[in-house]
């Protein structure tokens, strides 16, 4: 059985008092339900700012299946990169995992699929966990492109990979037309996706490693409608933006498989 997982990108969002009250909080509720006990005994990963990150591992710690990662890290070790930050520092902080090639990194920083393989490359050289994010922009959807462009962006960053190291990977997949725009993936546009995205997988690494990949569903997902979507045979649960800066709306998402 595949992983059901719930992450929470808290973007550029809250300061360190804020951050450690939502993570504490949520930790506290899921520790009064824990999350074995729950449908799909999901896992759950707080995407906070760097800066936040050694304390929200702190809030995490002792709370079963919950664990703490960073958005972003430096395609490099280490080095003379004023303001960056490199893999092995947030692993020391306590991160298991790291979003790589966010749609807003892709676009804001124009980090692309041979830079992003980089930064996968990193994350497993040092312990993280990659949740590699891939998604189209609303002309490709219209064009009938978005298949293309999701492949495109799964074999460019991903298919370099070792089968081994493969299944080590976590996807999201997010379209970024959803992506704070209130406006959702309906279930059956993410299942679709989502079926193909498995089908891309298992036709480069075989039926079984297509299986055992995670594949969330990230875009305006919130309390209202991730019932729908996670009950969708190949969504295996989301990576949250905007409802996950609020502990309740987060919870709900959490119970919702
Ligand atoms: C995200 O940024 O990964 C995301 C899915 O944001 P939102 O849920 O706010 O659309």
Redo the contacts with the bound molecule.
């Keep these: 059985m595949r992983k059901k997982i719930v992450a929470g990108?808290w973007?550029m969002n809250l300061d360190l008092e804020g951050g450690r009250k939502l993570a504490t909080g949520i930790c506290e509720k899921i520790s009064e339900n824990p999350l074995e006990t729950l449908p799909g005994k999901p896992e759950v990963v707080f995407f906070p700012p760097y800066v936040f990150l050694t304390e929200v591992v702190k809030a995490a710690e002792g709370t079963s299946g919950v664990s703490a990662g960073s958005q972003n890290i430096h395609q490099l070790e280490k080095g003379a990169y004023t303001g960056e930050v490199a893999a092995p520092m947030v692993k020391s902080c306590g991160a298991t995992h790291t979003l790589v090639g966010?749609s807003?990194r892709r676009a804001y920083f124009h980090e692309d699929n041979a830079l992003l393989a980089k930064k996968v490359e990193q994350a497993l050289n040092h312990g993280l966990i990659p949740v590699y994010?891939c998604g189209e922009v609303l002309p490709e959807r219209e064009a009938g492109k978005h298949f293309e462009v999701v492949k495109e962006q799964i074999v460019n960053g991903l298919f370099w990979l070792k089968q081994e190291a493969f299944e080590k990977v976590i996807i999201?997949y997010?379209p970024v037309w959803?992506?704070?725009?209130g406006v959702t993936a309906s279930p059956e546009q993410a299942q679709e996706m989502h079926a193909f995205i498995r089908k891309v997988v298992g036709e480069k690494y075989g039926l079984q490693t297509a299986e055992h990949v995670s594949i969330l569903y990230?875009?305006?997902?919130n309390a209202q409608n991730a019932r729908e979507l996670f009950s969708q045979p190949d969504v295996d649960g989301g990576?949250?933006?905007?409802?996950?800066l609020k502990a309740p709306d987060f919870l709900a998402i959490i119970q919702s498989f």
């Design positions: 990108n973007k966010h807003e994010c999201a997010e959803a992506i704070g725009t990230g875009g305006s997902c990576l949250i933006g905007g409802a996950s």
